[in-house]
């Protein structure tokens, strides 16, 4: 019996060793060196160890050291596990040794990171002392890299009830970004769990679900708003296979995404849209660098619109400015810093109104404008 009870205490010892050791793993690791920065929107860039292993449901922590040695702990906020084996984890980020920002404050909205698993390969945006961070996959190299964003290097935004509504997303890539070298799958759904942070933010009772992803033979020869318009068009001989599957798979809205216009992010076909029009199209290079605009360009659609000028999109239905940056639908070239909250006269952020009713109340058009979205299909 004695011998027994022994075992079993050195069982629990080595168990609770093990714990406490995994959760001193380090997750994300990054290289001393910076490798040359391959765009102008990229500050920085390093490869990066990930211990994939270690992203499930129940990890409460996360340790990540970034170059110079910083090192940060992310405790999560949520975590959910899709139907198709997605795991998506959202976290809050502190320096190692302390205690995160306290709730209502700027560094607690900003100090964040979302992280996507799809099978077993991780994509993922944190934002740390003013500074955005884009985690992607390289299929080409099987390797990771790290790159720190410069804001003003992206390319322009655009081109010159109370349940919870889902509006089913249908992502097309064009060759282009097929060819990319960009892991596509991760790519998307980072995009989806990065727009749904912000409507969670902001207590709007939506959220964007992956209808599915499908790859296209078509590259983009002129603008944006020809791509938009042949791919509403059913048969004038470009990707006429989309609208069957949109319909196929009821999506209520479709997002055109590419690598082949560097100076813009997105663009809307209709501001507001219907059935017919609920179109976008998407940088790839734009995701996951805290822009939030697959959200920003489906908001578009909603009939949301930038900064207030009369009869631009509902009259109550713009972005908002504060000290500390922009609401999510606010111009880049006006906010540099851009907020994971839409605009909302009744919300404040260190005691600064985030809207105005009459001109910036996204949060209100949203949830007025939801129902007719996510019934397209």
Known sequence: MRISLAVIGLLTA???????HQADQVFLHTDA???????????QQWPVEIA???????????????????????????????EDGTLTWHGLLGEAGKEPAAAGTLDNALHRIILVSTNGRITGTLRWQHRTYR???????????????????????DEHGQENAVI???????????????????????????SNSTFENSEIKLSL????????????????????????????????????????????????LDDAHPDFCGRAR???????????????????VSRYIMAHEIAHLAGSAHEYRPKSGYEYGHGYHIKSGGTVMTSIEDAPVRLPFWSDPKRFMEWERMGDPATADNRRLLEERKWVMAGFR
């Not at 790859?215 to 020809?226: A, C, K, L, N, R």
Request: net charge negative; charged share 25%.
């Open 14 to 20: 080595v168990g609770s060793y093990a714990t406490e």
């Open 33 to 43: 060196v910076a490798k040359t920065a391959p765009a102008a929107w990229i500050t």
């Open 52 to 82: 994939a292993r270690q992203l499930t449901t129940n990890t409460d922590k996360l340790n990540l050291t970034l170059s110079g040695g910083v090192r940060l702990v992310a405790q999560k906020l949520s975590a959910r596990l899709l």
């Open 135 to 157: 985690l992607h996959y390289l299929s080409k190299s099987d390797s990771y890299m790290l790159d720190e964003v410069n804001d003003a290097g992206l390319p322009s935004e």
């Open 168 to 194: 089913r997303v249908l992502v097309v890539a064009t060759k282009t970004a097929s060819e990319s070298g960009e892991d596509l799958q991760g790519l998307v759904r980072l995009g989806i769990a990065e």
């Open 209 to 256: 679900e992956l209808a599915g992803v499908m790859e296209v033979d078509y590259t983009s020869i002129g603008g944006w708003q020809i791509d938009l318009i042949r791919l509403q068009d059913k048969s004038d001989g470009y990707m006429d296979e989309v609208p069957p599957e949109r319909d196929r798979l009821k999506a209520d809205v479709v997002v055109l």
């Open 270 to 288: 209709a501001t507001p849209a219907d059935e017919d029009t609920a179109l976008v199209a998407v940088n790839l290079r734009c995701i996951g």
